[in-house]
């Protein structure tokens, strides 16, 4: 059987099935009278002067509720009852989530003792020291694997970790004076 008489048997099916569907249907509206008839057995309620119940209302509002005062949307348990001649030690109840204490300031494993400017470019280079380690690094450029270096300044540097974003400014460390002076 090819493609296309394949397509005209699906689509002449779809229509004999879609007027199977609508005479069935239309079969079953017209024998379906129920729902007139249940509505034709409706009759009101007979209230004589319908009102508000204003006391009802007042009753409700000066109720007062007794039960545990919890959080429903902590799910901590309660608190155990106090006694009633337990005072409450000046400490509130948590509500709410607890936040994650925030992250350690970013400690950077060497020393920024100096920089110099470049004569050819302009460009400032820093100085670090790591151990015994000393470690010229030129603005933007990274160090010790982890860690960019942003901007030098006049008494301090500007360090980013990469893999975290987050940023410290390191300060310049004189020498001690016993160095000083043996230079």
Not at 102 to 123: C, H, N, V, W
Not at 144 to 158: C, E, K, P, T, V
Request: aromatic letters at 8%; zero cysteines.
């Amino acid at each position: 059987m090819s493609r296309r008489a394949e397509m005209y048997l699906l689509v002449g099916l779809g229509f004999i099935l879609g007027v199977v569907l609508y005479f069935t249907m239309r079969s079953q509206m017209s024998g379906s009278s129920g729902v007139l008839a249940a509505t034709s057995r409706f009759q009101p309620l007979d209230v004589q002067e319908p009102r508000l119940r204003v006391d009802l209302l007042a009753k409700l509002q000066k109720l007062e509720y007794s039960g545990s005062h919890r959080n429903i949307f902590v799910a901590v348990p309660p608190p155990p009852p106090q006694a009633p001649g337990q005072a409450v030690k000046g400490q509130t109840p948590y509500v709410g989530p607890r936040q994650p204490p925030p992250p350690p300031p970013l400690q950077i494993p060497a020393e920024f003792f100096g920089y110099a400017i470049r004569r050819d470019s302009g460009k400032r280079v820093a100085f670090f020291t790591s151990g015994d380690d000393v470690l010229v690094v030129p603005e933007g450029d990274t160090f010790l694997g982890r860690f960019r270096l942003d901007r030098i300044g006049n008494d301090s540097a500007n360090v980013e970790e990469i893999s975290t974003g987050r940023h410290a400014t390191v300060p310049m460390v004189q020498p001690p004076p016993e160095q000083a002076s043996a230079q």
